[in-house]
């Protein structure tokens, strides 16, 4: 399926939708997503210690609102963890590589200086996005880390973000616009 990289912010009200991605993961996307097999009730508890107003979660949706990508980053003093997984239908469409730019700009935008990923070795999309972007990789008993340094934030960044997140809040009111068209249509 065919759909822009266009991340949105996620928020409280999107928990639900956000577990319904990670449950949508078979159990391999799950282990190479979460270091380890997971089953349903974890990923609940996961999905609810989730810290909205403090993380940055970032989705891509497709046309029906669904979370065709997602990218968590939890921060922890100056630096933060960037968990990132993509539905299968959607990969080869270069939405993990919009995730990752729009979460270390979020990033950057709040003083961090650096955030890093931790996965398995095996994990080749993981480790191909995290050289793409830069990250200084090592790796070690079957997992690996990467680990890249943020620039300061500039007026240009904060801009930037800005204009980015108007512009998907923009798309996304226009995609409830049309689901809503749709359903009273008769056509949803």
Known sequence: MNIAPLPVRLREHDREALLEHFLALDTEDRRLRFGSPIPDEALGRYVERIDFADHGVFAVQDDRLRIAAAVHVARTGQSAELGL???????????????????????RNRGMSEVYVHCLSENATMMHLARKNGMRLTSG?????????????????????????QQAHAVQALRHHARFSRALLGLA
Request: glycine residues 12%.
């Open 85 to 107: 997984s993509v539905l299968p239908g959607y990969r080869g469409a270069h939405l993990g590589s919009a995730l990752f730019a729009r979460a270390v700009m979020y990033l």
């Open 141 to 165: 008993g079957g997992e690996s880390d990467g680990r890249l340094a943020i620039e300061p934030a500039t007026p240009h960044t904060h801009l930037v973000e800005w204009m980015q997140d």
